[in-house]
């Protein structure tokens, strides 16, 4: 494959499209087996040929933006199955998600209900929406990606909307059609998920005894990968958390609904990128400098990300302790430290992997560089 893959001006990204067919499987199958519908959190990739592969397999969307439902409709995905969270939604994208017709907007503030209830009476509509709970709940997983616990910016606190059931209750250009959750992402600990069903247990069944009828209840996404032996787990464990949602949330027959990004597209992509030199620091640290950067994969200068990282290229029986750095003016452009390769020269090819999940979504032109190019193994 490393031959194959030398021909392709780096860096780019490689996909790996029988994985991904394979990751899409295992999730449908399993989720299909007790009725949960799943929507691609589309922010974790928006590569057309990836979506295309996804939309085959009937997945709904999960989006975070009026471009994000752009992007899904226009990749050909069901407005039906559309679901638009966000803490901050402007109102010419809840106008615009409101025209498309959307499954539900997932709400974030009392604020943006009353918004959301006018811009729908001046289209003559009812909007469906989903209110997003804050459950107070901590994901164990890098702070940076927690987004369930009392003091984040995401989800109504639930002691808040109770105060204001009546009045959501009046509004009349909206139907609270259910209610949502999202913990957090890379979410390894699955007990959590326990944690996270007893909370909605407790929601589901107070916000009936106040008379709120709804249907479905969104669980979100969140389920980690495996970032330290990619090749130990290419398919993450839908089966597991299936499990566990399905032993302990009782939510009296409601549909199920999941918003996975990550786990379905993380371990189908890697980053291939070239040495560009050699240079040792004056403590005597060795920097691999490789023509990808942070503009590139943010996630490990943005949240101190790890990626498994390995030479393609060398054959050197030499091991060498390597910190590989990117090309972007910033310190905090550094891939690894500390790494153990084969010795490695300019020219060679270093593949940084399980980053098919918010890696070209998250790409910069930084430094004006160039966004990326993707290569697919089904067209090589
Ligand atoms: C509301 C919502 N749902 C789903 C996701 C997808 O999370 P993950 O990629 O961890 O599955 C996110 C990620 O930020 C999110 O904000």
Redesign the pocket.
Known sequence: MAGRLGQFETPFYFYDIALLRQTLEAAVSVAEKYGYVIHY?I??NYDPHILAVIKEYGLGV?C?SGNEVNCAIKAGFDPSGIVY?GVGKRDKEIRYAIEQGIFAI?VESLQELQVIDSIAASQGKVQNIGL?VNPDIDPKTNKC?D?GQADSK?GISYEELIDNLDNIKALKNIHVAGI?L?I????RELHVFEYLCAKVNAIVEHLGNLGLEFGFVDV?????INYDFPENEPVPNFASVFSIINSHLKVGGRPVHF?????LVAQCGELITRVLFNKTTASGRKLVIVDASMTELIRPALYGAYHNIENITSVSEEKQRYTIVGTACESTDVFDEGLTLPKTERGDLLTIKSAG??GMSMASRYNLHDLPAAVYSDEL
């Open positions: 959190a922010k974790a999960d975070a969270a997932n997003r990606i987004t995401f949502h999202h957090g992402s890379q979410i979100g996404g969140g389920l980690g918003e996975f990004g990550r786990a999940a918010y």
